[in-house]
């Protein structure tokens, strides 16, 4: 049985993560140009590896496929929709700050769960997200942005999803922040 991550090849028409990097960093030099706030969102499918592994790389594939299309048609305008690869993906909206992100970020899980509520498999397909925002007047780097974003997507996997999907844009245990390897002063508060 092939791995997740061979899935990376799917091809859902969406930027890649070379360029959601490109994007993120053209977006964070706005945004600190022009004093607005810019978000971040990361997604992941929760129990993929168990849906890919009972359904085969077919029926995997075309769930990424639904997914992509799924969270193009849910997204606001202007925001900016990524496909790292497997099921890993990245939402960028410019001009929200962390309760406009969070709002959105409930509205793709919402659009997520209809989507895939009649899928057959051994879970349910929902996602889990993480959210981050440019924080007012403080330094901080478009990568600190999308660690952030994604250590509170990893935190909610990890600990709270055994209960429930959801969004996640709030603080990390301490021990979290020690794991990731960003400067000290550029976490938002939330």
Known sequence: MPSTLAL???????????????????AATQARSSGKVLSLLTLDLDHFKAYQDSQGADAAQAVLLKLADTLSGAIPAGAQLSHLGGDEFVVLLPGHDVLAASAVAEQLRAAVEAAFAGT???ARLTITLGVAASPAGKDWSARSLLSLADARMTFAKKRLLPHHNLVWAG???????????????????V
């Open 8 to 26: 990376d090849e799917v091809l859902t028409t969406l930027p890649d993560r070379k360029a959601m990097l490109e994007q993120l960093e053209q």
């Open 120 to 122: 057959e498999g051994p």
């Open 171 to 189: 603080t990390l245990p301490s021990d979290w922040y020690t794991r990731l390897d960003v400067q000290a002063g550029v976490w938002p508060s």
